[in-house]
């Protein structure tokens, strides 16, 4: 390699991590500014407000932060057909998840969106706070997880669920919860289908947080089928996860580490409460 294409390699290198490290910077700062005046505002606000608020400015800062990355070339995004789902019925939208930047994407274009949250998330200096705020539901209580989140349905909501229960580890789709399923039977809503695409492994399972990728990294968000309530929630289970596996089949994706685990143990306790 010739000392010309050697400097041009370290300069990409350096311009990279500097805009990997804007990046976390800014959406750091901005969750963290947040942070005390979503802590007023929930103990001010009435729950209905507060949580309307608290969603429409998650929205704002993760359309903010989307926007951020375009301008310094760090990422591009297709988010396009989100837009249609904005003002719809109530819906159970059901992405893949290739990345820890898959709910960004969605709720950055849809103001009024109930999040399933690890609790360990509810609780972070960065998200917490405003996750609260927001009425973001914690999924360390199966069955208290499937009446908030059928609750949420009824108010008029959408809620986020991504079926594979954790970010993908093999292709093309991992093994599919029925937590989906569960709750669109309980609730009485369809289940609006989402695929995200991307060639990068940045943020995907296993990808450290400050792990330089390459730039830009590209994403793009599409709709797929909308599935009605389901009434056999085993067999529902099996054509979701079979229209998964086939739309996903020859969808642009990164090579996801194998894995030997499936994210079963919550799903089955969340079976159980349902039976109960």
């Given at each position: 390699m010739s000392e010309?294409?050697?400097?041009?390699?370290?300069?990409?290198?350096?311009?990279?991590?500097?805009?990997?490290?804007?990046?976390?910077?800014?959406?750091?700062?901005?969750?963290?500014?947040?942070?005390?005046?979503?802590?007023?505002?929930?103990?001010?606000?009435?729950g209905l407000l507060g949580r309307r608020l608290g969603r429409r400015v998650i929205s704002w800062?993760?359309?903010?932060?989307?926007?951020?990355?375009?301008?310094i070339g760090a990422c591009r995004f297709d988010?396009?057909?989100?837009?249609?789902?904005?003002?719809?019925?109530?819906?159970?939208?059901?992405p893949n998840h290739p990345c820890l930047l898959d709910a960004v994407m969605v709720i950055s274009r849809l103001?009024?969106?109930?999040?399933?949250?690890?609790?360990?998330?509810?609780d972070n200096v960065f998200l917490g706070a405003g996750a609260r705020l927001a009425r973001y539901i914690r999924?360390?209580?199966?069955?208290?997880?499937?009446?908030?989140a059928t609750e949420d349905l009824a108010a008029g909501s959408h809620l986020l669920v991504f079926p594979e229960g954790t970010r993908t580890t093999r292709l093309p789709v991992n093994p599919l919860m029925s937590s989906v399923g569960l709750i669109a039977r309980r609730a009485k809503v369809p289940v609006q289908t989402i695929f995200i695409e991307t060639a990068s492994p940045y943020l995907c399972k296993g990808w450290p947080l400050f792990r330089r990728p390459e730039m830009p990294v590209t994403y793009r968000v599409r709709l797929g089928r909308r599935f009605e309530p389901a009434r056999n929630v085993q067999e529902f289970m099996r054509e979701l996860e079979h229209y998964f596996a086939a739309e996903l089949q020859h969808a642009t994706l990164p090579d996801f580490p194998a894995s030997a685990a499936s994210p079963r143990r919550?799903?089955?306790a969340a079976a159980s409460a349902e039976r109960g």
């Amino acid at each position: 390699m010739s000392e010309r294409a050697i400097r041009r390699s370290w300069l990409r290198v350096v311009h990279e991590t500097v805009l990997l490290h804007l990046g976390l910077f800014y959406l750091g700062t901005v969750c963290l500014l947040w942070t005390p005046f979503a802590m007023a505002l929930q103990a001010l606000l009435p729950g209905l407000l507060g949580r309307r608020l608290g969603r429409r400015v998650i929205s704002w800062i993760f359309h903010g932060y989307l926007r951020f990355l375009t301008l310094i070339g760090a990422c591009r995004f297709d988010l396009r057909e989100l837009d249609a789902l904005r003002g719809q019925e109530p819906l159970i939208l059901a992405p893949n998840h290739p990345c820890l930047l898959d709910a960004v994407m969605v709720i950055s274009r849809l103001p009024d969106v109930a999040c399933i949250m690890k609790a360990g998330l509810m609780d972070n200096v960065f998200l917490g706070a405003g996750a609260r705020l927001a009425r973001y539901i914690r999924n360390d209580s199966p069955l208290r997880m499937v009446m908030r989140a059928t609750e949420d349905l009824a108010a008029g909501s959408h809620l986020l669920v991504f079926p594979e229960g954790t970010r993908t580890t093999r292709l093309p789709v991992n093994p599919l919860m029925s937590s989906v399923g569960l709750i669109a039977r309980r609730a009485k809503v369809p289940v609006q289908t989402i695929f995200i695409e991307t060639a990068s492994p940045y943020l995907c399972k296993g990808w450290p947080l400050f792990r330089r990728p390459e730039m830009p990294v590209t994403y793009r968000v599409r709709l797929g089928r909308r599935f009605e309530p389901a009434r056999n929630v085993q067999e529902f289970m099996r054509e979701l996860e079979h229209y998964f596996a086939a739309e996903l089949q020859h969808a642009t994706l990164p090579d996801f580490p194998a894995s030997a685990a499936s994210p079963r143990r919550h799903d089955d306790a969340a079976a159980s409460a349902e039976r109960g």
